[in-house]
């Protein structure tokens, strides 16, 4: 190889042209391999990539950067396999870097022949983590739309059909008040009361839609979440019974929240009691409160803000993947026929809402529910 009088004189020479061009590629790594699949060029691409310098890795066997299973299981012979007989293969996959830590790559592996005889691989492979990362980020986020659109919709039909509803109620209630004024013994009076006892039923069912619905009006104040449910403590106790055992875990200093206090005490009850009755045989709830930055799944665009959190937890029979994304709308329960009306966490689902903040759930099944009401802080 001649000296260079001039560094121009590289694009007079075809090797070292191509030479430097691989050499100034840093994010791809590039480099070829035997017929074995054995390293024996290597680019600082390949460093900055997967973290080996070329005495690293020249001489060894490229199946070094696949998982263990995937070595074990043949990935990276099948693979050269394809390339030498289909002329290119391409794959995504997951490989591991020198410090252990694993990244998705883009591999393109191609078989280089010379005067018909398979020499050796080219492989090329780009690192695409963060683009696999950045497109699980916004489907969640799309998700998380499409469920506050359906939520909203829901809604919507939702506070229509509870305005009817209690306005027949309201008919109903009415007329069997005049006539138990006329009717004060008697088989028929009992009959008016039991009229009126499920007129009475049918009213707060009604309620319940229309706090789903937001259309239910609120008295929201000034609270502190922690000394809300300290009050509130000797209620929750009695409603769990003497086979689950309430835990409260309330941070103190906790900056206000602009809720509506009896709204919030039912909210409260309902989770406890849903995680009661998730809980047959016994188990623990725990009630905590704290701040946190968290995200409102429903905002446009979806920044992290302060919150003050009110978390549900039970290690309780936990609620079917399939049926997570329902559980806040009015109607549908995961219990049996007679043990429930379904409106309870929707309920909270419109008060929490209402208030301006959002609910969030996670649960296994066979390893409990968590249930986080986000409120945001209150100015004064």
């Not at 937001?214 to 000034?222: F, Y």
């Not at 009850?269 to 409102?296: F, H, K, Y």
């Amino acid at each position: 190889m001649t000296e260079l009088q001039h560094p121009k004189d590289v694009f007079n020479d075809e090797s070292r042209q191509f030479a430097l061009l691989v050499n100034s590629v840093t994010d791809y790594a590039i480099y070829m391999l035997d017929t074995d699949g054995v390293i024996r060029t290597w680019n600082p691409g390949g460093q900055r990539i997967k973290g080996y310098t070329a005495e690293d890795v020249i001489g060894t066997n490229f199946s070094r950067f696949y998982l263990p299973d995937d070595a074990a299981a043949g990935v990276p012979e099948r693979n050269l396999r394809t390339a030498a007989t289909e002329g290119r293969c391409i794959e995504d996959g997951w490989r591991v870097r020198q410090d252990g830590s694993r990244f998705l790559a883009s591999v393109v592996i191609d078989p280089i022949w010379v005067d018909g005889v398979l020499v050796g691989y080219a492989k090329v492979t780009r690192d695409i983590t963060e683009r696999h990362d950045a497109q699980e980020r916004l489907q969640q986020v799309q998700h998380s739309l499409l469920q506050a659109q359906k939520m909203e919709a829901i809604g919507k039909l939702t506070l229509g059909l509870a305005h009817d509803f209690n306005n027949l109620l309201t008919i109903i209630v009415n007329c069997l008040d005049l006539i138990s004024v006329r009717v004060k013994d008697g088989p028929a009076a009992k009959l008016i009361e039991t009229a009126l006892r499920a007129a009475e039923r049918g009213a707060l069912l009604s309620r319940q839609l229309l706090t789903f619905g937001r259309g239910q009006k609120l008295s929201p104040e000034r609270l502190d979440l922690t000394a809300s449910l300290r009050q509130s403590q000797e209620i929750l106790e009695r409603s769990v019974g003497e086979a689950v055992k309430l835990v409260f875990d309330l941070h103190e200093d906790l900056p206000c929240v602009f809720v509506d206090k009896a709204q919030l005490e039912a909210a409260v009850l309902n989770l406890v009691c849903n995680s009661r009755d998730a809980m047959p045989n016994g188990g623990t709830i725990t009630i905590s409160t704290g701040a946190r930055e968290a995200r409102d799944p429903a905002s446009a665009n979806g920044a992290l803000e302060q919150h003050v959190c009110l978390t549900v937890e039970d290690d309780g029979e936990g609620i079917p993947i399939a049926h997570q994304a329902r559980v806040f709308e009015p109607f549908f329960t995961t219990k049996p026929v007679g043990r429930g009306s379904g409106l309870g966490l929707s309920q909270v689902f419109g008060f929490t809402t209402q208030s301006g903040g959002f609910p969030q759930l996670s649960s296994a099944p066979g390893e409990g529910t968590r249930i986080v009401l986000c409120f945001p802080i209150h100015e004064p």
